[in-house]
């Protein structure tokens, strides 16, 4: 095995001295209801979206659609913005490095009605079924990346997919996040599979989809390190931040195993998602004659559309701490956290099994224009948890509803959607907003407004039913969200500008460790933002980002200023070979950054602490040749440091006690395939 691993490590080496070509983004001429492109940009989004391998290859025509979503998209074949293949946002905080609990830096609050279970710090490592892509191609795709980062840090990623007949599409995504961490217990394991398919009948009264998501997260935890004070120590050994001493975890070795997974202290999360969708059309055919061979080509226009939506998820999130030998002589948790373990080995555990079944009729009033139609539904949601050794069972019945109206010539876009929970344990849950969209015209623009109300009960893991650790009892009110704001985007001159203003009543949070609290008065943030592309001189762009977002709470804890900035040298050189090299920042304004509870899987509200850090700083090269795309990126370069000799040392930090890593180089190979 160490001798296949040696030859799959020479391999990528030389490889690593091929160039590939890359290709500036387009920007969106429209949006979704989920802010996603639509129209003809959508579909140009990825660029060239690979039509073709080369000058003498086949063509291949390849397309997808989101799964809550009928607009179709190009592949993504640019290369400018590294973050858009990397698993970790590039607004997120985590915590030690790659695999770690993150959160985003840019508001972004679940407003989710019903049933949540409350663990989101590893979204960022899950696939979701909101992100599945619906593919539908004329020959078999696939697409390979590697990214080999420092201190053996891995990341694989395999995508194939390809029609069995013309309407019958499959496709399979795996991938694989290992780093065994650079600081001590801090090594992480993330897998993902996802198989989506999608057909239809040869007469497209019948069609449907299907997909299976299996997420495995495991995270060691090691609670941050004793102090800070270790950071600027003149002891070398603490040059080596590995060996600084953390809280959990005890004395645990460094291993680069790629293959080692062992979680002694930390978080397993495991999920299985079966989602199912079929749905018959009733309506009218219709034949068209071609001029150019007199043949007839048949429609087919749904009038009435009866749709079965089957859903099954499985859930399983613990906690473990096997470093506890005996109940009662530790002294940690009370010290750092608050309170005493009970249990040896010590875990939490909530697992939860949810099974849904909804029905909906469609109506489309114009056989024309099938982007006009109204739904109506209902749904039945039986849950079944777990929660430690106790069982708790309940039910939930819901209504929902939605209008789209699309015009034909794109000039206008309204959606109206909404559900209510009528009976169980979230009758009064509700969401309802809606939004709408015109074109401006051809060099003016696109201006989206939106407006959204939700009611919800807060997470499962504020209720005092849940086996994880909350000292005061559970009981809390429905939060009240309501979200209003707009976005304006103009392709020609590369400018985004959004706005969006949150109300929340009954706000749910941590103030501490092991305290749960609801704040009762309102409170509000604001946020914008602004996006810009500004050409600086033939090949020199500047790709400029900044959010502003005050809020009105001690309970919420933002960073005032967001900025990302990309200096980049760019262009098509050599005729087939694209470049984009330059240096990225990122930086946010100093604030109270949210603490971080391992044993909860929670983010703490702390006001104690001001984390204010250097601007993050990335030297990055990226290339792609025809199909070929290398990514070579120096990130951390701000924490280099001369007091101590050279080094990067000057660490930052996402939260109190939880360094982020010195200097970082990242060598990512994309290579995608048409059989």
Known sequence: MAKDRAWLLLCLCLLSGVTALAQDPVRPTGLDSRGRPTGPASRMQGGDSLKRRDDLADSITIFY????????????????????????????????????????????????????????????????????????????????????????????????????????????????????????????SHGNIRFGSNFATRNKRYSGVAVFISNNNRSSENGGIVSDTFLNSTNAAYNDRFNIPVWLGGDGNYSSNFFSTAV???????QQHIYLQH?????????????????????FY????????????????????????????????????GFTPVDVPFSLQDGWRDISNEAALFFFPEKDNQ?????????????????????????????????????????????????????????????AGG???????????????????????????????????????????????????GT???????????????????????KDYIVPAQESSLISVLQVSAEKKFRLAKHWNWYAQLVVQPETADAINLPLLYMR????????????????????????????????????????????????????????????????????RLENLNTVSFDRGFGFLNNNLSAPLYPTPGMVFRLGIYWSFVN
């Open 488 to 510: 304006y985007i103009n392709p020609k001159i590369g400018l985004t500008l959004t706005g969006d203003y949150y109300i929340v009543s009954n706000y749910t949070y941590w």
């Open 65 to 188: 659609r989101m799964i809550d979503s009928s607009r179709t998209m190009g592949i993504d074949s640019g290369v400018s913005d590294f973050y858009k293949r990397f698993p970790l946002p590039f607004d997120h905080l985590n915590i030690g490095g790659l695999g770690g609990a993150s959160r985003s830096l840019i508001f972004s609050p679940n407003v989710k009605p019903g049933f949540d279970a409350g663990f989101h710090a590893f979204d960022a490592f899950r696939f979701q079924l909101q992100d599945t892509r619906l593919f539908s191609t004329t020959r078999p795709y696939t697409e390979f990346d590697y990214i080999l980062g420092s201190r053996s840090e891995q990341t694989i990623k395999i995508l194939h997919t390809q029609n069995i007949t013309p309407a019958w599409n499959a496709s399979f995504e795996y991938r694989f996040v290992n780093q065994p961490g650079h600081f001590k217990n801090n090594n992480t």
């Open 302 to 337: 749904p009038r009435l559309r009866i749709q079965h939506t089957f859903n099954f998820r499985n859930e399983k999130y613990g906690y473990i701490d096997n470093a506890i030998t005996a109940p009662g002589v530790d002294t940690i948790y009370p010290s750092r956290y």
């Open 264 to 270: 002694n202290t930390g978080n397993i999360y495991k």
């Open 565 to 632: 900035n990309r200096i980049a040298y760019e262009g098509l050189f050599f005729k087939n070979l694209n470049l984009s090299t330059g240096v990225e920042f990122r930086y946010y304004s100093p604030f109270t950054a949210d603490d971080w509870a391992p044993f909860n899987g929670q983010w703490v509200v702390q006001n104690n602490t001001t984390i204010s850090n250097r601007p993050d700083i990335a030297g990055f090269l990226h290339l792609r040749i025809k199909s070929f795309r290398l990514f070579t």
């Open 279 to 299: 749905q018959f059309d009733f309506g009218q055919k219709d034949s068209v004659l071609r001029k150019e061979d007199s043949s007839y080509a048949r429609f």
């Open 435 to 485: 939004y709408v969209a015109t074109s401006l015209g051809k060099n003016a623009g696109i201006l989206q407004l939106r407006f959204r109300n939700t009611n919800r009960t807060p997470s499962f893991v504020f209720d005092d039913r849940s086996a994880f650790i909350a000292a005061t009892p559970g009981g809390f009110n429905a939060e009240n969200w309501t979200r209003a704001g």
């Open 371 to 431: 982007n006009q139609y109204l739904k109506l539904g209902a749904g039945l949601q039986l849950l079944q948890g777990t929660l430690g050794k106790a069982l708790l069972n309940f039910s939930n019945t819901y209504l929902l509803g939605e209008y789209r109206f699309r015009t034909r010539n794109r000039k206008w876009d309204i959606n109206v959607d909404g559900r209510l929970y009528t009976t169980g344990e979230y009758a009064g849950n509700y969401t």
